[in-house]
C-alpha cells in the first residue's frame, strides 16, 4: 500500500508561482515512478508531469514545458511540482500518483498509475 498527500495549493494570480509537495508512506518511494495529474472544473484529469524512480526520466504535457519542473528527494520520500509563470488555464485540482510497476518510465497514462492522492486546490486569478 501506498499513501499519497498534496500540500501547496492555493491561490495565485496569474504569472505566479506555487509548489505543490506531496508526501509518501508506504512501500519504498524509490522504487516506483511519481505523477502530477490536474483536473480541471467540467473536464478530465489529464497528465501534468511524471518522474521516474531516480529521475532520469521526466516527461511533461507540452503547455507545461518551460514552466513545471517536476522532482523529487527519495530520503525524504517527496516529490515536488515547481509551477511558474502560471495562467488561468492552469487552475484545477492537482493530483499526485504513484506507478509501482514501471518505476523507469515516466508514463503519461492515468490507468498506469495505481496509486492516488486526495488532490489540492490551485486558482490562478487572472
Known amino acids: 500500500q501506498v499513501q499519497l498527500v498534496e500540500s501547496g495549493g492555493g491561490m495565485v494570480q496569474a504569472g505566479g508561482s506555487l509548489r505543490l509537495s506531496c508526501a509518501a508512506s508506504g512501500r519504498t518511494f524509490s522504487s516506483y515512478t511519481m505523477g502530477w495529474f490536474r483536473q480541471a472544473p467540467g473536464k478530465e484529469r489529464e497528465f501534468v508531469a511524471a518522474?521516474?524512480?531516480?529521475?532520469?526520466?521526466?516527461s511533461y504535457l507540452d503547455s507545461v514545458k518551460g514552466r513545471f519542473t517536476i522532482s523529487r528527494d527519495n530520503v525524504k520520500n517527496m516529490v515536488y511540482l515547481q509551477m511558474n509563470s502560471l495562467k488561468s488555464e492552469d487552475t484545477a485540482v492537482y493530483y499526485c500518483?504513484?506507478?509501482?510497476?514501471?518505476?523507469?518510465?515516466?508514463?503519461?497514462?492515468?490507468?498506469?498509475?495505481?496509486?492516488w492522492g486526495q488532490g489540492t486546490q490551485v486558482t490562478v486569478s487572472s
Open positions: 500518483a504513484a506507478d509501482t510497476r514501471y518505476p523507469r518510465a515516466a508514463r503519461a497514462r492515468e490507468y498506469e498509475y495505481d496509486y
Open positions: 518522474i521516474s524512480w531516480s529521475g532520469g526520466s521526466i
